[in-house]
T-cell receptor, first 115, second 109 residues
């Protein structure tokens, strides 16, 4: 078990460009979550998948954001036409699925800077 | 709404005990999680409460009162490495987490 991994760890892009982030969850975890965190704030929920199905999207996820988990394993988060307000840490987390509550394991995050 | 409120900053002395409070609106949450986050790192799980009462885990304990919408995290025998942000998070459908802004704890000598 190597934990949740994210790639890249840092991304600097110019306003208007598209970016794509990747998350590899813990292998046996069915659920995968994306969060966004800005300085001095707690993470904010963006979306989550159960296997390959995207079950919920936050109002924060504008039309410029899209996420996929095509084979129920890794996931990608794409931001089109980036804006300076998109600058944040993008965190991915995964958890098991079952009765009760399961802790979410977070990846190291991708820090996006839009110039 | 599902607001979660916690103090922004706290300072405590090495070796002491500190209690970090968290209040939330009772509708929508089935459980309460606590995470620790060091600067520049990902959040790491500390504890969760589903039922009322105290959950103890080594130097860390967490308490929940569902009727009052109140939780606290208790840290004993503070160490310098405990300086971090402590995030209170409510969980409901889909187990998605709704986080507070975090409490930045500074442990001093």
């Amino acid at each position: 078990d190597t934990g949740v991994s994210q790639d890249p760890r840092h991304k600097i892009t110019k306003r208007g460009q598209n970016v794509t982030f990747r998350c590899d969850p813990i292998s046996e975890h069915n659920r995968l979550y994306w969060y966004r965190q800005t300085l001095g704030q707690g993470p904010e929920f963006l979306t989550y998948f159960q296997n390959e199905a995207q079950l919920e999207k936050s109002r924060l996820l504008s039309d410029r954001f899209s996420a996929e988990r095509p084979k129920g394993s890794f996931s990608t988060l794409e931001i089109q036409r980036t804006e300076q307000g998109d600058s944040a840490m993008y965190l991915c987390a995964s958890s098991q699925l079952g009765q009760g509550f399961y802790e979410q394991y977070f990846g190291p995050g991708t820090r996006l800077t839009v110039t | 709404g599902q607001n979660i409120d916690q103090p922004t900053e706290m300072t405590a002395t090495e070796g002491a005990i500190v209690q970090i409070n968290c209040t939330y609106q009772t509708s929508g949450f089935n459980g309460l999680f606590w995470y620790q986050q060091h600067a520049g790192e990902a959040p790491t799980f500390l504890s969760y409460n589903v039922l009322d009462g105290l959950e103890e885990k080594g130097r860390f304990s967490s308490f929940l009162s569902r009727s009052k919408g109140y939780s606290y995290l208790l840290l004993k025998e503070l160490q310098m490495k405990d300086s971090a942000s402590y995030l209170c998070a409510g969980t409901g459908g889909g187990n998605k987490l709704t986080f507070g802004t975090g409490t930045q704890l500074k442990v001093e000598l």
